[in-house]
């Protein structure tokens, strides 16, 4: 689409009004828990009303959306297995049903396996580039285009990861699915733009969980000893930078990948 270009200087919205999200309705995919969950709740917080989808973790979703209407916000749970069309054009459709629009998705939605690549399946393969990347396009396509319909833009986040561009062993898999988002990211940073749509992708670290010191503490000890900044991330770590991504204060960034990562990727390889 040929677009002429605006006339200089473009105004300036108050600052008040960058971070203002009333009316706003996302879509956070994998919301039931963790990371997901974490995003999810940030941004009720903010203020907006929230769609929690959620594949595995119904409990979990239902548990956070009563959590969000007792503080005051709005929300609702939508259980789907987004490596199909089908479902991920319903879970647009009832945010549709629910809230009238659709301003901002993020696509959290994925699975972590460790797999040996000499050992792995195609099964195991298949799975893991089905949560981690298909879910991402279809999702992003049934956003997209009831965006278009609105007319008014919109904002797409995917969650990547540093493993993208240092994927550990036994995840040649995850890796390469997360390596995709990326560039997914910036081709649909193109063909959206036209629509008023941006599409960035948040590229966290490790991230604290439940537990994860007694599961992998050996990990811990080395991002500990490895991560300028210390300590791990907190899922509103990433949650924070998926609100800013979302917001008018970043309407002139798009196909972008923030590294949320505590600057360990900044450190020396050697």
């Not at 200087?9 to 203002?20: C, G, H, M, Q």
């Not at 199909?84 to 459709?93: I, P």
């Amino acid at each position: 689409m040929k677009r002429s270009a605006p006339s200089y200087p473009l105004p300036a919205s108050p600052v008040k009004a960058l971070f203002d999200f009333s009316g706003r309705v996302a879509v956070i995919t994998g919301g039931g828990s963790g990371l997901g969950a974490g995003i999810a709740r940030r941004f009720a917080e903010a203020g907006v009303s929230v769609v929690v989808h959620y594949h595995t973790s119904a409990s979990g979703a239902r548990a956070l959306v009563r959590a969000i209407e007792a503080s005051g916000g709005r929300a609702v749970a939508v259980g789907g297995d987004l490596r199909q069309a089908t479902a991920a054009e319903r879970l647009l459709d009832k945010t549709l049903e629910v809230f009238g629009r659709v301003d901002v998705l993020i696509n959290n939605a994925g699975i972590y396996p460790d797999s040996d690549l000499l050992e792995m399946s195609e099964a195991d393969w298949d799975a893991v580039l089905g949560a981690n990347l298909r879910s991402v396009f279809l999702c992003t396509q049934a956003a997209a285009r009831r965006m278009t319909a609105q007319g008014d833009g919109g904002a797409i986040v995917n969650i990547a990861s540093i493993e993208a561009a240092n994927p550990q062993t036994g995840h040649s898999h995850y890796g390469a699915a997360k390596a995709a988002v990326v560039a997914h990211t910036r081709a649909a940073a193109q063909e959206l733009a036209p629509h008023g749509i941006r599409v960035n992708a948040v590229s966290p670290g490790l991230i604290w969980a439940e537990g994860i010191e007694q599961s992998w503490p050996d990990g811990v000890r080395r991002w500990h000893d490895r991560a300028p900044l210390v300590r791990m991330g907190m899922p509103e770590d990433v949650a924070d930078a998926c609100l800013f991504l979302a917001s008018p204060g970043a309407r002139w960034i798009t196909g972008a990948n923030l590294l949320v990562d505590g600057g360990v990727t900044a450190k020396q390889l050697f």
